[in-house]
């Protein structure tokens, strides 16, 4: 992404990084970097949860995600709390709303971690 249509930066949360390529439907095996991660130029936050246990956003994914970007300035978060813990096995069965990876009951912290990455902290 360049050029004066290009963001200045990019938020991606519970960023789908495991694609099964052999499935059809491309939500299943494609990943959120499958254009590849030079295309990303501005500033990056890429925020997971420390218990999604969705097989296709582990948050042990997350620094191996940004191998390779070309971000400006990065950054990778891996947040905690909410009603979910740590140390359920990985599962796409589980993969459903009110889980880990929709921040559940985190509006407010997500929200401001966002702002400031946007306003240049961490």
């Known amino acids: 992404m360049r050029g004066a249509n290009a963001p200045d930066g990019v938020v991606l949360a519970s960023a789908m990084l495991q694609g099964e390529p052999s499935k059809r439907r491309p939500w299943v095996s494609q990943t959120v970097f499958d254009t590849g991660r030079k295309v990303i130029t501005g500033a990056l936050l890429l925020v997971g949860h420390a218990a999604d246990n969705c097989a296709r956003s582990l948050p042990e ?21 909410g009603p979910r813990s740590v140390g359920r096995a990985p599962s796409l069965s589980t993969c459903e709303v009110h889980e880990a990876h929709d921040f559940v009951d985190q509006d407010d912290e997500f929200a401001q971690g966002v702002l400031r990455f946007v306003r240049g902290g961490r």
């Open 61 to 81: 994914r997350l620094d191996a995600a940004v191998q390779g970007s070309h971000a400006v300035r990065l950054q990778v978060v891996r947040m905690t709390g």
